[in-house]
């Protein structure tokens, strides 16, 4: 299997009410999606597995709480992610995994985009403002754009994009 460098750039936003609004939808989706998880305790060969029972039973009840389909699959499959990492922790007994931070995975197309060139941000359909980025970040617009995670750290909202 071929290996691709890989670099993530960070830039600060000023996202609209909307994005906000659905960040926060978002971080209280995954925690149910990880209290059911917890709860029911499905079992799995492994993370193809996974996604698929949580395809089945979360994608419809994600998309009804307001999150688009995109954001749907990519909320349950964070929650997986931070599922089976917390089943590998040898002190699961003590404490059940949380979202404690505002966070979101974005795909690219389908919930941000990125316009290097003219230095237009669109996250979740909604034209954002860039407030600051690298200097370094125009070297990059031959890279291919990967996932990105939109998180809050105190009153302000960063994108840290990865780009292949």
């Not at 931070?82 to 404690?100: A, D, I, Q």
């Not at 996250?123 to 291919?144: A, C, F, M, N, P």
């Amino acid at each position: 299997m071929a290996r691709s460098i890989r670099l993530s750039v960070s830039m600060k936003i000023a996202p609209s009410h909307e994005v906000i609004h659905l960040a926060y939808l978002y971080t209280r989706a995954k925690q149910r999606v990880l209290d059911w998880l917890v709860k029911n305790k499905p079992s799995f060969k492994n993370k193809k597995e996974l996604q698929t029972i949580l395809h089945h039973e979360w994608y419809e009840k994600l998309k009804q709480m307001g999150l688009t389909g995109r954001l749907a699959e990519d909320c349950y499959r964070d929650a997986g992610n931070v599922y089976t990492s917390w089943l590998e922790n040898p002190n699961k007994n003590k404490s059940k995994p949380r979202v404690k931070k505002v966070s979101v995975i974005l795909t690219p197309k389908a919930s941000y985009r990125l316009d290097l060139e003219k230095m237009k941000l669109r996250v979740l359909g909604y034209e954002t403002s860039i407030l600051g980025y690298s200097r370094t970040l125009v070297q990059y617009k031959d890279w291919k754009i990967a996932e990105a995670k939109l998180v809050k750290r105190g009153k302000e909202w960063y994108l840290f994009i990865t780009f292949r």
